[in-house]
């Protein structure tokens, strides 16, 4: 029963991160995969549960995002061993899977915005967004990342003048952008 | 700027609002599944035989505190006020007990893991009681290659001998089997599922007088609140880890849906589930007593009558006939898909 409540009070939570960082169609399975992790490991889920959750969602995340890179890699070489070895493989599927994040700044309509998100760190950008999407505290999003809470607030402090700073240098490029645009002939 | 900076972000969420989650039906699917994997993790440490010795001692540590805290959870939920009042797994027996008269129970079963996933069986089967009959009609129709095929297997027991009758090539035929051996029960076995494994009523009430059911709580099907009882994960072999889960109706205490999981097969747990779709009790007047008689039902095949087999024990006569009654509706089987391999 505390487990059936668990998931009817956090599974919105959790599919919402999921669905904010990978595509629509992963989400029921993510989420799924997380409460059978849950279910597992039942007695280390503490009184707070939904960080924890979502530290367990990142993995999973982060474990199906490697498993597909794999994959490809695997394709990649057989598609090279069918081709022969003289012949050039294709290594652009490769890079077709988004690094941890990237898929989060895909789904975003402001691309000002998600252009200063991209010259963070993964580490920095995955901690704005807990605090901003997620809406966690800094102690709350320390659990998910699994860093100290002090780390957390420290680093929190240095993605939003990085975020800001990258903000004000897309602002100034997509500004020399429009007036070059201008200057040039039609 | 830095509190506009992160308002922005905060703006540009693109999932504002909670979306809606599934069921949690899939996830206890996924859940039971996931004990499963965990069973067969303990059995594959089993390899040498000094593991299996040690495996034997703890798992009387496992077992024993295991079965009190089962008993302590019974006897809770028999006495708590959400809790039954009832011992649902006797009544569950009562329920299906035979009384006068002839049950009619059909059963609608799927197969979602496994080899023959995607497979449905249709099962039918009579109990006359009183005269101690029974048979049972099994309509298969399963993925064969490329194609789907039904098949159908009728089995009669009556005291003293057991008929068979299979569509296809051998419709022709009705394999009647003596049984010289008194007191011999006929079991279709309950370890590594198959289709021909679902043994509907029966089955339960077999495992229920061999004291390997209990209530493990409750389970919501179709809007409705159901009692779950579960065997024991143990089967008549040492290694079989097939478990039967039985949902159970609060009011009437009759089996609603029975559900297998076998996980004798590592990495390939079988799980199967069948919906008990009418239970009615029929009178026993000419015509119903004609269910039980396979001659009257396939006026047209001829009584094959098979010499009794000659047993030592019963122990081995009870393995032996099982084994026996597997192999004839293998060989049955096969024969008919040979026989649409040849008619391609």
Not at chain 1, 35 to 64: I, M
Not at chain 1, 150 to 158: I, Q
Not at chain 2, 174 to 193: D, H, N, V
Request: hydrophobic share 40%.
């Amino acid at each position: 029963l505390r487990f059936e409540l668990l998931y009817a009070k956090h599974g919105s939570a959790v599919k919402a991160y999921v669905l904010r960082r990978a595509h629509a169609s992963l989400a029921d399975d993510v989420v799924a995969e997380v409460f059978v992790v849950c279910w597992r490991r039942f007695e280390e889920v503490p009184p707070e549960p939904l960080p924890w959750l979502l530290g367990v969602a990142r993995r999973v995340l982060s474990t199906q995002r490697r498993g597909e890179r794999r994959r490809i890699a695997l394709c990649d070489r057989l598609a090279e061993v069918a081709a022969g070895a003289n012949e050039q493989a294709p290594t652009d599927l490769l890079a077709s899977v988004p690094e941890a994040g990237y898929q989060a700044l895909a789904n975003m309509a402001d691309p000002t915005l998600a252009a200063a998100l991209a010259r963070l760190s993964e580490a920095e950008r995955e901690l704005l967004l807990l605090i901003a999407w997620e809406g966690l505290t800094p102690a709350e999003a320390a659990t998910v990342l699994d860093i100290k809470p002090a780390t957390a607030r420290v680093r929190l402090l240095r993605a939003r003048r990085r975020l800001t700073r990258a903000l004000s240098r897309e602002r100034s490029d997509l500004t020399t952008r429009q007036s070059l645009s201008m200057e040039a002939p039609s | 700027m830095s509190i506009d900076s992160m308002a922005r972000l905060a703006a540009a969420d693109p999932v504002p609002e909670l979306p809606a989650v599934e069921s949690p039906e899939r996830l206890r699917r996924l859940i039971e599944d996931d004990a499963a994997a965990i069973d067969l993790g303990e059995r594959r440490h089993r390899s040498s035989s000094t593991n299996r010795r040690l495996w034997m001692r703890r798992r009387w540590l496992v077992v024993a505190p295991s079965c009190v805290a089962m008993s302590v959870v019974g006897v809770v939920l028999s006495s708590s006020s959400s809790g039954p009042g009832v011992d649902v797994a006797a009544a569950a027996y009562a329920a299906t007990s035979p009384q006068q008269g002839i049950v009619e129970a059909v059963f609608l079963a799927r197969v979602f893991k496994g080899s023959q996933a995607g497979g449905t069986l249709h099962q039918r089967e009579w109990i006359d009681s009183t005269e101690k009959l029974r048979r049972q009609q099994d309509s298969t129709t399963g993925p064969y290659g490329d194609t789907h095929e039904t098949h159908v297997l009728e089995m009669a027991f009556a005291p003293g001998r057991w008929e068979t009758w299979s569509s296809g090539r051998e419709a022709r035929v009705i394999t009647r089997t003596k049984i010289r051996a008194a007191g011999l029960e006929i079991s279709m076995g309950f370890g590594g599922i198959s289709m021909d494994g679902v043994n509907g009523i029966e089955l339960y009430r077999k495992l229920y007088r061999e004291g390997l059911m209990r209530l493990i709580g409750h389970e919501s099907r179709a809007g409705r609140s159901l009692w779950k009882l579960e065997s024991l994960p143990i089967g008549y072999a040492s290694t079989d880890h097939t478990r039967l889960i039985i949902l159970v109706d609060p009011k009437t205490f009759l089996p609603v849906a029975e559900r297998q999981i076998d996980i004798a097969l590592p990495g390939h747990p079988t799980m199967v589930e069948s919906d008990l779709v009418s239970y009615r009790h029929l009178p026993t007047d000419e015509a119903t007593a004609k269910l039980f008689d396979l001659t009257v039902q396939h006026p047209g095949a001829r009584v094959l009558a098979r010499p009794s087999p000659r047993f030592r024990s019963l122990r081995g006569q009870q393995t032996r006939l099982t084994r026996s009654l597997r192999e004839q509706r293998n060989l049955a089987i096969r024969r008919e898909r040979e026989s649409l391999e040849h008619k391609r």
